[in-house]
């Protein structure tokens, strides 16, 4: 089994910066693609940003410019730096990842808890 926990959420102001962690831990191989998402009440969730295991990068276009995504793979850890926050970034962000606990084994994908972000005007 696979554990992603998330931490570093908070209130913020507008403008403001924050930065998530998502720190994978249990029975880990390797873990392939991760990525963050995001729920505001009453929506759908939605991709925020993903980062592959060779570093490549993809962002909403919400967020780009702003966000960056990084991962420590030392560490099996994700994380999320938020800059320039706007109101519209509130919401629950969940981290995810795929995981290999065997080298002979498809993949699983895995949930984190989710952290509130709040950003005031």
């Known amino acids: 089994q696979v554990q992603l926990v998330v931490s570093g959420g908070g209130l913020v102001q507008a403008g403001g910066s924050l930065r998530l962690s998502c720190a994978a831990s249990g029975n880990i191989v390797y873990i392939k693609d991760m990525g963050w998402y995001r729920q505001a009440p009453g929506k759908q969730r939605e991709l925020v940003a993903t980062?592959?295991?060779?570093?490549?990068?993809n962002y909403a276009d919400s967020v780009k410019g702003r966000f960056t995504i990084s991962r420590d793979n030392a560490n099996n850890t994700l994380y999320l730096q938020m800059n320039s926050l706007e109101p519209g970034d509130t919401g629950v962000y969940y981290c995810?990842?795929?995981?290999?606990?065997?080298?002979?084994?498809?993949?699983?994908?895995?949930w984190g808890q989710g952290t509130q972000v709040t950003v005031s005007s």
């Open positions: 995810n990842a795929d995981v290999h606990s065997s080298w002979t084994e498809p993949s699983q994908n895995y």
């Open positions: 980062i592959t295991s060779g570093g490549s990068t």
